[in-house]
């Protein structure tokens, strides 16, 4: 019989591809959104790619009560996928009880839903932002957690406190904590893909949309780095490979290949790649320059930093393949087809 699994944020940018990725390997899924930052049609992009409609559940996780409601409806549901958060870093800084309400709510209710129905494995969205700027690069997953420097990186660290010491209690629960590095681009179909709202704070989206002619100007943010050209580096990785990683781990709960009750690991490329290597490489892919002037750093960024991906391609046999080449492409093609460009 088919496994089912909760997508909680399953209509957002992350969510949407691993819902697609989910179905294509066999798995029911179940998708709760509030789609107060994403849209309903990204369902109709989901069918188009995989011919299935996802069961959907317009909730917002952190009340309760409806959180609970989601839970005793689907009471046969074999994991869960939490990505139902919110995600922007300088909003945080300026609304950081919206943050703490709603990201801790939600992963509470979460536990608590899972609990009473019984369903004992979990797989978190969790970030690179838990280790700070690192003396040592790359970033293993032994590598010290530092002080979070937004609200935002603050509720993650918390999260996966919270759900360390639910499982501490509930040894009948497991989950795997998956710490992204920078997600870019968007499925190769480009029938879905990353919608900000607004002006985009991430660079990827930024760079799409002032090409498509919505942004006049890309600003990057500092150009004395101690980095080789002196812009900052991340390690971008493409969000399809990273929806695989998912799948990759909801396999290995339900095979109940965990060797730990609670895991983490690093999902991103292993490489570094500087804002002005990303100008460059959106350049040579489609042939489109990319308007932009050098500014000021931007307040809270850090240098660098990229994963050490071993154990990730060690552990769960999962490595991502798609490089920055890849990303942009596709990154340009979505927003092609939404903004209905030639
Ligand atoms: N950048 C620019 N111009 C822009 C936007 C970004 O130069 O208009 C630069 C940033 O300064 C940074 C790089 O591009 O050096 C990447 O910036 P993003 O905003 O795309 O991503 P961040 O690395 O700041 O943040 C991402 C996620 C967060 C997560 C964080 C962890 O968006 O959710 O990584 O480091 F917390």
């Given at each position: 019989m088919k496994k089912t699994v909760l997508v909680a944020g399953g209509t957002g940018y992350i969510g949407s591809h691993t819902a697609v990725e989910l179905i294509q390997k066999g798995y029911n899924v179940v998708i709760a959104d509030s789609l107060e930052n994403s849209e309903i049609t990204v369902l109709d992009g989901i069918e188009k790619i995989t011919g299935v409609k996802p069961q959907f559940e317009e909730l917002d996780l952190s009340e309760r009560e409806s959180c609970l409601g989601l839970f005793k409806k689907y009471s046969n549901i074999d994991a869960v996928i939490h990505f139902a958060a919110y995600k922007a870093v300088g909003e945080s800084v300026d609304f950081p009880l919206k943050y703490y309400r709603n990201n801790l709510n939600s992963l509470m209710n979460i536990l608590e839903g899972m609990k009473l129905v019984g369903t004992n494995n979990l797989v978190f969205s969790s970030s690179c932002t838990v280790y700070g700027q690192p003396d040592l690069l790359p970033v293993t997953e032994k590598t010290d957690i530092q002080e979070a420097n937004s609200p935002y990186g603050n509720t993650k660290q918390i999260s996966e406190e919270i759900i360390r010491d639910f499982l501490n209690v509930n040894k009948n629960q497991k989950a795997i904590a998956l710490r992204y590095f920078n997600p870019i681009g968007a499925h190769a179909s480009a029938l879905i893909g990353e919608l900000p709202i607004g002006v985009p704070n991430n660079l990827v989206p930024f760079i799409t949309q002032t090409v498509a002619g919505l942004r006049q100007e890309l600003s990057v943010f500092g150009d004395d780095y101690n980095t080789p050209d002196g812009s900052a580096v991340r390690d971008y990785?493409?969000?399809?490979?990273?929806?695989?990683?998912?799948?990759?781990?909801?396999?290995?709960?339900?095979?109940?290949?965990?060797?730990?009750?609670?895991?983490?690991?690093?999902?991103?490329?292993?490489?570094?790649v500087s804002v002005l290597e990303?100008?460059?490489?959106?350049?040579?892919?489609t042939g489109l320059k990319v308007p932009h002037k050098i500014v000021g750093r931007r307040a809270g960024d850090i240098e660098q930093i990229w994963a050490n991906t071993s154990y990730a391609n060690d552990e769960l046999g999962w490595k991502a393949e798609l490089g920055i080449d890849d990303c942009m492409l596709s990154a340009w093609n979505w927003e092609k087809n939404i903004r209905n460009i030639k």
């Open positions: 990785i493409h969000v399809v490979d990273l929806a695989k990683a998912h799948v990759v781990a909801i396999d290995r709960m339900l095979e109940d290949k965990n060797k730990a009750q609670l895991e983490y690991f690093n999902l991103g490329t292993g490489n570094g990303c100008i460059e490489s959106f350049e040579k892919v």
